[in-house]
T-cell receptor, first 110, second 115 residues
Framework: QKEVEQDPGPLSVPEGAIVSLNCTYS??????FMWYRQYSRKGPELLMY??SSGNKEDGRFTAQVDKSSKYISLFIRDSQPSDSATYLCAMPDSNYQLIWGAGTKLIIKP | GAGVSQSPSNKVTEKGKDVELRCDPI?????LYWYRQSLGQGLEFLIYFQGNSAPDKSGLPSDRFSAERTGGSVSTLTIQRTQQEDSAVYLC?????????????FGPGTRLTVL
């Protein structure tokens, strides 16, 4: 079993829909939770990160952490075609090295 | 400002040939990572450099893979006797400090195709 599990998709939704992207993890020691976005033929870039449990909002994006369930989510409101990308979750281990999910490919249909 | 750059952007080679991939990290970043990303897959860690410390080579898939970082800056990933399964996008990332919240900044990658 991988330390971080993420459904690779693809996930296809119509423009304007609310999108939910998720990761599960096995190491209860993880404290920080990051979401990276990767456009086609580009490198990943940090979208947002959260510490411990709770929600963090940034514009149309909300990151949510449920440490009791070892489950994190990224919600995208009013999704746009420009949100089409692969979304990767990542968590620093005890040496601050990132443990990556496989990434979910998201397609927003106009 | 200048980000992480990688060259070449695309490389097509024949099976059995050696290839060199280059990464120019962001100036002043102490940490440098190489990853491999196969089609539709996540990031596979290859190697990590931190300052003058010995690199963490735990992710290199075979002894055909090697990397060096000269002067704490530019890094070269070398693949000897390439195989078709080496075809992938090779991504480089740099990081200013190695702390929990420090961002990894990625280059655009080198797309390697082994015929």
């Amino acid at each position: 079993q991988k330390e971080v599990e993420q459904d690779p998709g693809p996930l296809s939704v119509p423009e304007g829909a609310i999108v939910s992207l998720n990761c599960t993890y096995s190491n209860s020691a993880f404290q920080y939770f990051m979401w990276y976005r990767q456009y086609s033929r580009k490198g990943p870039e940090l979208l947002m990160y959260t510490y411990s449990s709770g929600n963090k909002e940034d514009g149309r994006f909300t990151a949510q952490v449920d440490k009791s369930s070892k489950y994190i989510s990224l919600f995208i409101r009013d999704s746009q075609p420009s949100d089409s990308a692969t979304y990767l979750c990542a968590m620093p281990d005890s040496n601050y090295q990132l443990i990556w999910g496989a990434g979910t490919k998201l397609i927003i249909k106009p | 400002g200048a980000g992480v750059s990688q060259s070449p952007s695309n490389k097509v080679t024949e099976k059995g040939k050696d290839v060199e991939l280059r990464c120019d990290p962001i100036s002043g970043h102490t940490a440098l990572y190489w990853y491999r990303q196969s089609l539709g897959q996540g990031l596979e860690f290859l190697i990590y450099f931190q300052g003058n410390s010995a690199p963490d080579k735990s992710g290199l898939p075979s002894d055909r893979f090697s990397a060096e970082r000269t002067g704490g800056s530019v890094s070269t990933l070398t693949i000897q006797r390439t195989q078709q399964e080496d075809s992938a996008v090779y991504l480089c990332a740099s990081r200013k400090l190695v702390r929990a919240t420090d961002t990894q900044y990625f280059g655009p990658g080198t797309r390697l195709t082994v015929l």
